[in-house]
């Protein structure tokens, strides 16, 4: 009986091992307001951990648009602590989007952002700041 029981748990234990590791191969989200279209694709890297995300950014105006960083990233998460300290964060504060151009960024994207369910971006056009949101979602397999 007790044999049984240890086998019973070694079981669970190896299944929760082999599914804690394994997301979704991608993750997509798409967010649009009257300046800026971005589209995310995040493929799962060979550590089977961590994703790399491809940003598209596609500026809508005629007007110039500056990409928000939060200590040196594009995107922006809630959990950032010092989201207002620009002493703890060095690297550059914004990428420039010309008017009606687009721009793909690559950036790594951290278990905070998967665990989140979704990325934040900010930019400013003519000095008022906006915020997207997107949500990210495993890609359907196409069959």
């Keep these: 009986m007790m044999i049984m029981k240890v086998k019973h748990i070694l079981l669970i234990l190896f ?3 082999l599914l804690a590791g394994c997301g979704p191969n991608q993750l997509v989200g798409a967010v649009e307001d ?4 971005v589209n995310v694709l995040a ?3 060979p550590d089977k951990i961590t994703y790399k995300a491809e940003i598209a950014a596609a500026n809508k105006t005629d007007r110039p648009i500056r990409l928000l960083n939060n200590c040196g990233s594009i995107l922006w998460r809630d959990s950032f602590k010092n989201q207002s300290d620009t002493r ?3 690297a550059v504060e914004s990428m420039g989007l010309e008017e009606n151009g687009q721009e793909t ?3 790594p994207l951290s278990n905070e952002f998967i665990d989140q369910g979704y ?4 930019y400013e056009v003519e000095e ?4 997207l949101v997107i949500k990210l979602e495993p890609k359907e397999e196409e069959t």
């Design 15 to 17: 299944f929760s091992l």
């Design 34 to 37: 009257e300046a800026l279209q």
């Design 43 to 45: 493929t799962l890297q």
């Design 88 to 90: 703890a964060c060095p």
């Design 105 to 107: 960024i690559i950036v």
């Design 119 to 122: 990325i934040k971006m900010k």
């Design 128 to 131: 008022k700041t906006s915020e």
